[in-house]
């Protein structure tokens, strides 16, 4: 700490093995908000005083690494008739040079798990003020059937097998007018897709792999352009 500049440095701050649970109630409401217990606010003092205006240079605070590492987070939602439950471990956060406030890139990797069978992973870079982002995404054999309960709030359609992979370029600016721009390039493999309908329980969908290749999004200005759809295994 240099109190002369104002400037806090820290070269790193590391965790590990930490467990978490997420869950959306019935009523909507979070598990982690309700554990909080928010003090009553100080009483708002009406009187006013005549100060001088100052100019005073704001604190720098930086931080050279943060690491989260080996992580499990579980999410439930039990708004649904049947509980959606998505699993994450394995865990893995790492975000370098970090300086608040300011403009600089702060370079970000991200992996896990998803419910003990497919992975994530987000590497790229992202400025704070204002807000942007470079990032490359990818899924690897992301199973669809544990996301039954948001299919069922739209279609009386059961997923009873499938999985998803995607890989993709990610580019995404929030200028000081809070007009998004939002550019995704890349490509989404659906495979091994089989569903039923719900009413009578009979197949209703099923083929081996359904591909989108070459995907050039653009919003503002809207741009869809895309190499190849193929549907194969139907």
Partial sequence: VNLAKKTVHV???????ASILVRQNKDGTLNLVSALTLAEPAPV???TTNSPATNATPWTVKVDDVALENWAIKFEDQKFAKDGVIALDQLALSLKEIVLPGSAPIQISFSTRINGSGT?????SSVLSPFSADLKVNLVNIALPPFQPY???????????GNANLESDILLSLAESNSAMLKFKGGLEIKQFTSSDQSEMNEFLKFDSFKISGADVELSPNKFLID???LSGL
């Fill in 228 to 230: 190849e759809v193929k």
């Fill in 11 to 17: 070269g790193a701050v590391k965790t590990s093995g």
């Fill in 45 to 47: 003092s009406t009187t």
């Fill in 120 to 124: 994530a992973s987000l590497n790229g």
């Fill in 151 to 161: 299919v069922d709030e739209h279609l009386k359609l059961a997923i009873t097998d």
